[in-house]
């Protein structure tokens, strides 16, 4: 099957900094999804970006599919960016059914 | 709009004993997939259906395992009988339909189920 890896698995940052998480997968994907998992458990959608450049406030993703990598930006990180952050995918050409691989995941810590 | 809602929360049981697990996903959508979080096999999707209908079951572990859609606003994870090594987080999400397929999938709170 398709195999999603994260990196860094671990990140710790001073709050303001910036940082980069990148996801490498082994297959074409028509489904691309980043999560982030708060220290309570919650995972929150953050984007849905099988390919192209999204931004939402402090944090951007970019999706090469040619290239089978993505990678999330978080700018001026905040101790409330802290958790666990997850790229999940979808091995396919055409339509998804929403079955995502989910990758290990990269820990962040802010810390103010 | 309420989120994908998850119950119960919290679950502690004994090994043998049946446990069903209970969502209502966001009103519209048309997939609902349920996952199990542990922290030897990460995240794992177990089951999804489509407007109601079971579509892959492949990822459920054994037959113990069993989920029912039986309207588009309440599913069920069954678990019976309860083992020890079921004990992970579930989590129910949710996805509209969007064009060539799925979109963004919402998660609910999960449950933390606990077999002694």
């Known amino acids: 099957g398709i195999q999603v890896e994260q990196s860094p698995p671990d990140l710790i940052l001073q709050e303001g900094a910036n940082s980069t998480l990148r996801c490498n997968f082994s297959?074409?994907?028509?489904?691309l999804q980043w999560f982030h998992q708060n220290p309570w458990g919650q995972l929150i959608n953050l984007f849905y970006?099988?390919?192209g450049t999204k931004q939402n406030g402090r944090l951007s993703a970019t999706t090469v599919a040619t290239e089978r990598y993505s990678l999330l930006y978080i700018s001026s990180s905040q101790t409330t960016d802290s958790g666990v952050y997850f790229c999940?995918?979808?091995?396919?050409?055409?339509?998804?059914?929403?079955?995502?691989?989910f990758g290990q995941g990269t820990t962040l810590q802010v810390k103010p | 709009d309420a989120g994908v809602i998850q119950s119960p929360r919290h679950e502690v049981t004994e090994m043998g004993q049946e446990v069903t697990l209970r969502c209502k996903p966001i009103?519209?959508?048309?997939?609902l997939f349920w996952y199990r979080q542990t922290m030897m096999r990460g995240l794992e999707l177990l089951i999804y259906?489509?407007?109601?209908?079971?579509?892959?079951d492949s990822g459920m572990p054994e037959d113990r395992f069993s989920a029912k859609m039986p309207n588009a606003s309440f599913s069920t994870l069954k678990i019976q009988p309860s083992e020890p090594r079921d004990s992970a987080v579930y989590f129910c999400?949710?996805?509209?339909?969007?064009?060539?397929?799925?979109?963004?999938?919402?998660f609910g709170p999960g449950t933390r189920l606990t077999v002694l």
């Open positions: 999400a949710s996805s509209p339909f969007r064009g060539v397929g799925t979109d963004t999938q919402y």
């Open positions: 297959d074409s994907v028509n489904n």
């Open positions: 970006i099988p390919s």
């Open positions: 999940a995918v979808e091995k396919g050409w055409a339509s998804n059914t929403g079955k995502l691989i």
């Open positions: 009103s519209g959508h048309d997939y």
């Open positions: 259906f489509n407007n109601n209908v079971p579509i892959d």
